[in-house]
C-alpha cells in the first residue's frame, strides 16, 4: 500500500529556531515529491523535487530528496510567526498523470 | 495570473440532502483534481480530469459523488445524498500537466458541514 509518512505531527518553536520536518515515503513508481504550505485555506506550493541529492532552495526555506532512502526533508531557517502553518509533503507516482498521495502534515507553530 | 477559483466557501446542509461545489481551473490547465481533506488529514484524491476525461476516480463513492468536467474547463462535484463523514474541505486543483511535470494549484476551498 502506497503511503507518505512525515514527522513530526506537530512541532513549536521560537522565532529564529530552525526547524527540519521530514517525510519518508512509500510509492510504487515514483514520479516527484513535493511540499505545500497551508495556513487556513489552499495548500500553496513551495518546492517540487524529482531528483536525488539536488537541494531547491527559496529564502528561508529549502528541501532535499533521497531517493535511495526514500525520503525529503524541508528545513526553514531564522523561522518567523508568518511561517506558521501546516506544512503537506505529496508523493506522484507513476505516469505524468499519475495520483498524488499527501502526508497528514506537520502542524508548525512559531511563537514571538 | 488569476488562481483556482471554487465557490461557495461555506456549505451547511443536513444529512441526506444534496450539496453542488463549482471550479474553476487556471486557464491552460489541462489536469483538474477534486480533493477531500478531513479535518487533521492530509488532502485524499476524489477524482482526476484530463481535459473533460476521467484519468483517475478509483476513490470518489459513487453511489452518493459524481463530478463531470464538461467542455473541459469548469467542473462540478455533486454530493447526494450526503453523510455526516463527508464533513470536509473540498478542494479543487489544477496543473498545466500531470504531477511528474508540473505542481498542482489550489483553490481556498469549500468547507461543507454535514448536521
Known amino acids: 500500500e502506497d503511503k507518505v509518512v512525515q514527522s513530526p505531527l506537530s512541532l513549536v518553536v521560537h522565532e529564529g529556531d530552525t526547524v527540519t520536518l521530514n517525510c519518508s515515503y512509500e510509492?510504487?513508481?515514483?514520479?516527484?515529491l513535493l511540499w505545500y504550505k497551508q495556513e487556513k485555506k489552499a495548500p500553496t506550493f513551495l518546492f517540487m523535487l524529482?531528483?536525488?541529492?539536488i537541494e531547491k532552495k527559496s529564502g528561508r526555506l529549502s528541501s532535499i530528496l533521497d531517493k535511495k532512502e526514500l525520503f525529503s526533508i524541508l528545513n526553514i531557517t531564522a523561522t518567523q510567526t508568518g511561517d506558521s502553518a501546516v506544512y503537506l509533503c505529496a508523493v506522484g507516482r507513476g505516469s505524468t498523470l499519475g495520483r498524488l498521495y499527501f502526508g497528514r502534515g506537520t502542524q508548525l507553530t512559531v511563537w514571538p | 495570473e488569476a488562481g483556482v477559483a471554487q465557490s461557495p466557501r461555506y456549505k451547511i446542509i443536513e444529512k441526506r440532502q444534496s450539496v453542488a461545489f463549482w471550479c474553476n481551473p487556471i486557464?491552460?490547465?489541462?489536469?483538474l483534481y477534486w480533493y477531500q481533506q478531513i479535518l487533521g488529514q492530509g488532502p485524499k484524491l476524489l477524482i482526476q480530469?484530463?481535459?473533460?476525461?476521467?484519468?483517475?476516480d478509483s476513490q470518489l463513492p459513487k453511489d452518493r459523488f459524481s463530478a463531470e468536467r464538461l467542455k473541459g474547463v469548469d467542473s462540478t462535484l455533486k454530493i447526494q445524498p450526503a453523510k455526516l463523514e463527508d464533513s470536509a474541505v473540498y478542494l479543487c486543483?489544477?496543473?498545466?500537466?500531470?504531477?511528474?511535470?508540473?505542481?498542482?494549484?489550489f483553490g481556498n476551498g469549500t468547507r461543507l458541514t454535514v448536521t
Open positions: 486557464s491552460g490547465h489541462a489536469t
Open positions: 510509492v510504487t513508481n515514483f514520479r516527484s
Open positions: 480530469f484530463q481535459n473533460n476525461g476521467v484519468v483517475d
Open positions: 486543483a489544477s496543473s498545466l500537466q500531470g504531477v511528474g511535470v508540473s505542481p498542482l494549484h
Open positions: 524529482t531528483s536525488s541529492g
